[in-house]
């Protein structure tokens, strides 16, 4: 059996042609490693990315 334990977060933004729904799971946006010998290959363009950039600045203004 395996268990995942991560955290996700959902974002909602609406336009006038419609809603846009983006989701981000915060541990592969944050993990480097995913166990001692596999590495997250999209890390570093997940820290580039604006899903990160906002989940910080959310992060920062709700501490």
Not at 45 to 60: A, Y
Request: glycine content about 2%; overall charge negative; hydrophobic content about 30%.
């Amino acid at each position: 059996m395996d268990i995942d334990h991560f955290c996700e977060s959902k974002f909602i933004f609406h336009s006038q042609s419609g809603k846009i729904v983006k989701t981000v799971n915060h541990y592969y946006l944050e993990t480097e490693m995913l166990d001692e010998k596999i590495s997250n290959d999209n890390y570093e363009k997940n820290q580039k990315s604006i899903l990160n950039t906002l989940c910080k600045l959310i992060e920062k203004e709700t501490e």
